[in-house]
Structure formats: structure tokens, C-alpha cells
């Protein structure tokens, strides 16, 4: 039986991701290989790098991508932070803070919940009650929760947690490159983000970000790290300054895309990246309540680049999200959990953020509606 070369078909990404790809991003990935230790790519990951630096808006010298995706990212920051024992307190209110708990539940340490109902945000006040019963070594929270289009502010929680001696933990997958990300001025001991989203590259690298404060934290433990592949001690080796010690084969060509997107992003500047995803945010919302239909996650909380949109009562959820697929070419996601068949989470993420795709989607919902 022979077997013929995968053709995908033409989609347009404005799911929860990935998003669509610059083709400058894709023709990065088909440059010839090199070697992981190739000088030229040692020098490409110094720019790397730097780039994400500027991103995160950070000085940690601890800044690099971690070869898998966003998942791999929050392993990374628990696998390497945490002890078996160790006391953590984690915002859930969707589906990513559920599954920081149950990773850091696989590390051994002794988890306290703190949970809102999904589309809202984990408030301050809530953090601060669960720290004056408990003393944790790392507080954790979702900035924003893909799963339901909320975006937690972190400067007042950071506070909270930094004056009871804590670290803080922040998961941007979603937000970064999409909306202010500022890991020094918030105090982010540690962060890790995903490529596919508002960064618009191929998913596969995981952008993370330790500070001082953490770094220390890790030298400090009294045992190993649990994962041989993200201790962050052997990973400084390759990704750390001066000679390059071999770890693992880097996703070469994921590097090459990363530069690109990284390059795309600061060549607009963040500022107007930004503004490009609040904008595009503001004309679909506009848009949906002229169609009768609303954002469900909490109101001056909704995240610009991901919209938790309310099925209209009578509409079959799953039938309209097909007819936009086969029909539209447009790909939009599901709800999940307790939202599973009660909205659906259009994305307005990098590449994909345009008053074009805008216009297309609600087209096609006002002819399927």
C-alpha cells in the first residue's frame, strides 16, 4: 500500500489555539539543519534569549525556552521548585489551575486549592485568606485561563504572597504577546508561557523565566530534582553562559521559528501588539451584541485574546462549531468542564488577531445563528 504526502487543508486558527503562523515563521523551519552546537545556532539561542527577555520585560538571566510545549513549561517551574512535602497554595478557576495542582500533588507537595467558579478570576483577598492558614513555599496562578477567558491581575496578589514570604508562580501560555506581561515590575519568581498562542509559532518550546529569588530556592534543595530532563541545573549548562555542555538535542528548526516569531513580535512592539489584540477584542464584542450574544467570563476581566462566547439557548454548540469548520474553514474550540456545550472559545491570538478574521467569524455566525 503506498501512502500519499499529508496535504492539511487551508484553516483559519481562531480557536484556543494553535494560532495561524506567519510564513515567515514557517519558511524559518524549512532552513537546513544544524547542529545544536553548532556556533551559529549557540549564537541564535543567545538571541533567543534576549528576545525573550525583552517579551517577558525581565532581566532574569534564567530565561530560555524548554524543548516541549506549554505543559512542559509548568513541570519545569514544580519539577524544580517543589520537594516532596513542600506546602503550595494554587488559584483553580478552569482547567489549567486544576492541572498545576495535579502536577504538583505528582511532586509530593501538600496542595491547598484556591478556587473561584469558571469565567471569574481568583481575587486577592482570596489568596490572602488561604496564606493566613497556611505557609506555603510557592503560590501559583493562571494569569489567563484559556479555558474560560479570564484574566487574573497579578501586581496585588504578588504582593500578598511576596509579604508572606512565598514565591509566586504565574502561568502565561495564553497572555504573552497578547496583552502586559510584566515579570520584574509584578515580581514573577516564575513563569513559563507556551509558543503557539499570542507568539504565533508552532507549538513545541515553552518560553520560562526563574528569577534570582528562585534560582536560589533551587540550589538550595535538600534533594533532587525529580525530572533528570528539566533540572534546571543541568539545562543552565546548555542554555547558561560560556561553554555549552551537552544536555539534549534541541528541536532545532522550533528554535529557527521561535527567533522568527520573537523577531515579528518586538518588531511590531509590544505596545502595539497589544493594542492590536484589544482592539480586535473590542470589535468583536461589539460585533456578538449586535448578534444577541455575550461574553460569559466575569465583565472587566475578559481576556482580549481569547473569548469564552455563551451559546444562544436553542442552538446545537457542537453543529455551528462543525458548520464553521467545514463550511467557513474556521476553527474555533469547545468548552470545557462545566462549560463544555455552553460556549464557544473563539481566539484572537497573534497572527490571527485581524479586523479581517473578525468580520469573517461573525459573518459566519449571523448566517449559521
Not at 55 to 78: L, R, Y
Not at 84 to 99: A, L, Y
Request: aromatic letters at 6%; hydrophobic letters at 40%.
Amino acid at each position: 500500500m503506498s501512502h500519499q504526502p499529508f496535504s492539511p487543508p487551508q484553516r483559519t486558527l481562531m480557536g484556543p489555539g494553535p494560532s495561524d503562523v506567519p510564513p515567515s515563521v514557517l519558511a524559518a523551519m524549512s532552513q537546513p539543519l544544524i547542529g545544536h552546537l553548532d556556533p551559529s545556532f549557540v549564537g541564535m539561542m543567545e538571541e533567543i534569549k534576549a528576545m525573550l527577555r525583552e517579551v517577558f520585560i525581565t532581566k532574569n538571566e534564567m530565561t530560555f525556552p524548554v524543548s516541549g510545549t506549554g505543559s512542559a513549561g509548568m513541570e519545569f517551574c514544580f519539577v524544580n521548585l517543589i520537594e516532596p512535602g513542600d506546602e503550595v497554595v494554587i488559584g483553580i478557576n478552569g482547567v489549567f489551575g486544576t492541572r498545576m495542582a495535579d502536577v504538583a500533588e505528582r511532586c509530593g507537595a501538600k496542595v491547598t486549592k484556591v478556587e473561584a467558579e469558571w469565567g471569574r478570576i481568583i481575587e486577592p483577598e482570596q489568596i490572602a485568606a488561604a496564606l493566613e492558614k497556611s505557609d506555603p513555599k510557592l503560590v501559583a496562578i493562571v494569569h489567563a485561563e484559556t479555558s474560560t477567558g479570564a484574566l487574573t491581575p497579578v501586581e496585588e496578589i504578588s504582593g500578598i504572597v511576596h509579604d508572606a514570604g512565598a514565591l509566586l508562580l504565574l502561568d502565561a501560555v495564553t497572555s504573552l504577546g497578547g496583552c502586559p506581561v510584566r515579570i520584574d515590575e509584578w515580581a514573577v519568581d516564575a513563569v513559563y508561557s507556551g509558543t503557539q498562542k499570542c507568539l504565533s509559532c508552532p507549538p513545541g518550546l515553552s518560553p520560562v523565566s526563574l528569577s534570582d529569588r528562585a534560582m536560589e530556592t533551587i540550589k538550595s534543595r535538600g534533594s533532587s530534582v525529580q525530572s533528570w530532563y528539566l533540572d534546571v541545573n543541568l539545562l543552565a549548562n546548555y542554555w547558561g553562559e560560556g561553554a555549552r555542555v551537552y544536555h539534549h538535542t534541541a528541536p532545532i528548526t522550533m528554535n529557527y521559528a521561535l527567533h522568527e516569531a520573537l523577531r515579528l513580535t518586538l518588531e511590531e512592539g509590544l505596545e502595539n501588539r497589544w493594542a492590536r489584540h484589544e482592539a480586535n477584542h473590542l470589535r468583536l464584542r461589539t460585533g456578538l451584541a449586535e448578534l444577541g450574544l455575550d461574553i460569559a467570563s466575569q465583565e472587566g476581566h475578559q481576556l482580549w485574546q481569547l473569548n469564552a462566547v455563551s451559546v444562544p439557548e436553542g442552538a446545537d454548540e457542537a453543529a455551528i462549531r462543525t458548520a464553521l469548520l467545514n463550511e467557513y474553514q474556521i476553527e474555533v474550540g469547545p468548552g470545557l468542564g462545566p462549560l463544555q456545550g455552553k460556549v464557544w472559545r473563539i481566539g484572537l491570538m497573534g497572527h490571527s488577531s485581524s479586523e479581517e478574521n473578525v468580520d469573517r467569524i461573525l459573518a459566519a455566525l449571523k448566517a449559521l445563528l
